[in-house]
């Protein structure tokens, strides 16, 4: 009954200072586009990093924009942000990462409610869905199962997006339409049996209707 590979996934954020076969990255990308979009719009893209020097870049890319703009900050809440920065550049070690971008897509029915004459918060409330971004999510959790079933690991990391476009300009990519979205860095793990937080007890997530 249970799905053993569900629970493989965990996020990984040290590694082993082996590189992984661009076959692997391939199939997981390949089972990462097996994932449902909305429209079947597939909005996405797949950037494969696998430059020791250039992913240190981008880490330290990420590292010193958090810098400056925590400058900015009181110092609570920079030193709060700053305790957060590793967590937003643990790809750093890593011999892959795997970035997703995204191009628009528009909430279905936005333009019939607005011609139905919807009140904003109406037609913020439809926007709040995303299904744009829902359709990125879905392919990197299958990357990331995908890359734990061959014994890989991953981390979905949003964190470093403030650092987006630092982080391209380190691998000069841009791509016209599409935005960062999300990456993992991919990997064998350095420590066997990771341990993922306690999830809430699914009395506390579910609400059944009879
Ligand atoms: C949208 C999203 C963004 C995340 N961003 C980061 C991140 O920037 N850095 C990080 O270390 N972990 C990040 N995580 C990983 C979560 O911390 C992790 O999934 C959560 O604590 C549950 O642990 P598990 O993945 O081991 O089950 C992110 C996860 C998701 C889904």
Same mark, same amino acid.
């Given at each position: 009954?249970?799905? &053993?590979? *569900? ?6 954020? /040290? ?23 909305? +429209? ?6 797949? %950037? %494969?990093?696998?430059? +020791?020097?250039?992913? &240190?870049?981008?880490?330290?890319? %990420? ?12 110092? +609570?809440?920079? #030193? =709060? ?6 967590? !937003?550049?643990?790809? +750093?070690?890593?011999? @892959? ?24 918060? /109406?037609?913020?409330?439809? &926007? ?29 990391? @949003? ?18 339409? !599409? =935005?960062? #979205? ?18 809430? #007890?699914?009395? &506390? %997530?579910?609400? *059944? *209707?009879?």
């Amino acid at each position: 009954m249970k799905n &053993e590979f *569900i629970y493989k996934r965990k996020s990984v954020r /040290e590694f082993k200072d082996i590189q992984v076969p661009m076959e692997a990255i391939q199939e997981m990308i390949k089972e990462a586009t097996q994932a449902p979009s909305g +429209k079947n719009a597939q909005n996405w893209h797949f %950037v %494969v990093v696998r430059n +020791k020097e250039k992913i &240190e870049k981008m880490a330290e890319a %990420v590292y010193e924009k958090g810098r400056e703009l925590s400058n900015n900050l009181d110092e +609570k809440t920079a #030193s =709060n942000f700053m305790k957060m920065l590793k967590y !937003y550049t643990v790809f +750093k070690n890593a011999p @892959t990462v795997v970035m997703i971008f995204s191009s628009k897509y528009e909430s279905s029915g936005k333009d019939i409610l607005m011609l139905n004459g919807a009140s904003n918060e /109406e037609v913020e409330k439809l &926007e709040s869905v995303k299904p744009g971004v829902q359709n990125i999510g879905a392919a990197m959790e299958n990357l990331l199962l995908s890359a734990a079933n061959m014994g890989y690991g991953g981390c979905y990391m @949003t964190g470093p997006a403030f650092a987006s476009d630092k982080m391209c300009e380190v691998i000069a990519f841009n791509k016209e339409g !599409y =935005n960062f #979205s999300c990456l993992t860095p991919i990997g064998i793990p350095l420590k066997e049996n990771i341990n993922s937080p306690k999830r809430k #007890s699914l009395d &506390e %997530v579910i609400t *059944i *209707i009879e």
